[in-house]
C-alpha cells in the first residue's frame, strides 16, 4: 500500500501527527497531540478489499476532554481521503463504555458482538489462539454521514440502542368458548396463533400476516386484549407478547388451508386442555384473560406482576 507522506491534521486543539514515514507499509500510524503535549496514538491496519483496522489509546490525564472521539475522527478522514479506503472497523470491550462511546461520537456504528471460546472450549481451526473475550465490533463506511449530522447521530443511536423481540398472537375462540391453538411441527407445545413481529411491522399486521400465511384465513384484530412480558426461556432471550382478540369463528378449522412446515393442525381447547397442551405461561395467562370483561391486561410471564396483586 502505497502511503502519503508524513502529515498531520487537526480538530481544535487535537492533532494527529503521522510517526511513521516508510513509504510501503500495512499500518499507519498516528501520534495524537493535545493543548501541545504527546497525548496517546491512532492507527489503521490496512486489511484486504479496502477495509481498515482502527484503534487507539489516549492517555490517562488527557481523557475526558473528547480527544479520542477527535483523533478517531480525523484518522478515519484520512482513512478515506488519503488512504482510499471504504470501511473501518474497530473492536472494543462490551463493557468498555467510555471506549463505545468515543466509536459513537467518531460515527462508528454497532454492528455486533464477536463472541470468543469460553473457557474449556476448543481453540480455533486455523491453529491460532482465540481471544478470551467477547468484543463489540463497530464500522463506518465511506458513504455514512458526517459524524456531527444529525443522520449519523440517529444511525450510530440506532444500532446501540437495545432491541426487544416482539411477538404478536390471535385469540380466536368459538361459540362454546373454547380457545383455537395449533399444533406445531417445531416444538411440543400447542400455542396461540401468530408469531415474531417483523422489522417495521406493527404487533396488529403481523399477527394478520401470520394467520394469512400459517392458515390461509383472513382475520382483523378487534382489540389488544393483554401485553405479556416473557423472561428469557429454553434459550430465547426475552420478549414481549402483544395478544390481539380475532373475535369468534366456529368454522376457522374447516376452512383453514395448513402451512405443513408450521402446522400439524389446530384444536378447540377448553382451559383444561390447555393446561396440559400449551407452555405454563400460555395457561397462565388465557386463565388470567377468562376472568378480564374489557380492557387491555399488563402481564409478565402470563400473570400479574407483583406489584399489582
Given at each position: 500500500m502505497s502511503v502519503p507522506p508524513a502529515q498531520a491534521s487537526n480538530d481544535g486543539d487535537v492533532v494527529i501527527r503521522r510517526r511513521d514515514d516508510a513509504a510501503e507499509t500495512s499500518v499507519v500510524n498516528?501520534?495524537?497531540?493535545?493543548?501541545?503535549?504527546?497525548?496517546?496514538?491512532?492507527?489503521?491496519?490496512?486489511?484486504?478489499?479496502?477495509?481498515?483496522?482502527?484503534?487507539?489509546?489516549?492517555?490517562?490525564?488527557?481523557?475526558?476532554?473528547?480527544?479520542?472521539?477527535?483523533?478517531?475522527?480525523?484518522?478515519?478522514?484520512y482513512a478515506f481521503d488519503e488512504l482510499?479506503?471504504?470501511?473501518?472497523?474497530?473492536?472494543?470491550?462490551?463493557?468498555?463504555g467510555a471506549s463505545l462511546?468515543?466509536?459513537g461520537r467518531a460515527g462508528l456504528r454497532r454492528e455486533g458482538l464477536v463472541r470468543a471460546p469460553k473457557e474449556g472450549e476448543p481453540e480455533s481451526v486455523v491453529g491460532q489462539r482465540p481471544q478470551r473475550h467477547d468484543?463489540?465490533?463497530?464500522?463506518?463506511?465511506?458513504?455514512?454521514?458526517?459524524?456531527?449530522?444529525?443522520?449519523?447521530?440517529?444511525?450510530?443511536l440506532n444500532a446501540a440502542l437495545?432491541?426487544?423481540?416482539?411477538?404478536?398472537?390471535?385469540?380466536?375462540?368459538?361459540s362454546a368458548k373454547e380457545i383455537l391453538l395449533?399444533?406445531?411441527?417445531?416444538?411440543?407445545?400447542?400455542?396461540?396463533?401468530?408469531?415474531?413481529?417483523?422489522?417495521?411491522?406493527?404487533?396488529?399486521?403481523?399477527?394478520?400476516?401470520?394467520?394469512?400465511?400459517?392458515?390461509?384465513?383472513?382475520?382483523?384484530p378487534q382489540s389488544l386484549v393483554a401485553v405479556n412480558w416473557l423472561p428469557s426461556w429454553r434459550g430465547w432471550d426475552d420478549a414481549m407478547l402483544?395478544?390481539?382478540?380475532?373475535?369468534?369463528?366456529?368454522?376457522?378449522?374447516?376452512n383453514a388451508r395448513l402451512e405443513p412446515r408450521e402446522l400439524r393442525a389446530l384444536h378447540w381447547c377448553t382451559l383444561e386442555e390447555v393446561e396440559h397442551r400449551a407452555a405454563g405461561y400460555v395457561t397462565r395467562m388465557l386463565r388470567r384473560l377468562a376472568h378480564q370483561a374489557e380492557g387491555t391486561a399488563y402481564l409478565e410471564d402470563g400473570a400479574d406482576p407483583r406489584w399489582q396483586t
Open positions: 498516528f501520534l495524537v497531540e493535545h493543548q501541545g503535549r504527546v497525548a496517546g496514538t491512532v492507527e489503521i491496519k490496512h486489511l484486504d478489499d479496502g477495509d481498515g483496522e482502527l484503534s487507539w489509546a489516549v492517555l490517562p490525564e488527557h481523557r475526558g476532554h473528547g480527544v479520542a472521539a477527535r483523533a478517531v475522527r480525523l484518522m478515519i478522514r482510499g479506503l471504504h470501511r473501518v472497523v474497530a473492536f472494543t470491550d462490551p463493557h468498555d462511546r468515543t466509536a468484543r463489540v465490533q463497530l464500522a463506518r463506511l465511506s458513504t455514512d454521514p458526517e459524524p456531527t449530522t444529525r443522520d449519523s447521530f440517529i444511525g450510530v437495545p432491541t426487544k423481540r416482539v411477538i404478536a398472537q390471535g385469540l380466536i375462540r368459538n395449533c399444533e406445531l411441527t417445531y416444538k411440543q407445545e400447542w400455542d396461540l396463533p401468530g408469531g415474531v413481529v417483523d422489522p417495521h411491522e406493527s404487533p396488529a399486521q403481523a399477527v394478520v400476516r401470520e394467520v394469512r400465511e400459517e392458515l390461509q384465513v383472513e382475520v382483523a402483544c395478544v390481539f382478540d380475532l373475535g369468534v369463528d366456529d368454522q376457522i378449522i374447516e
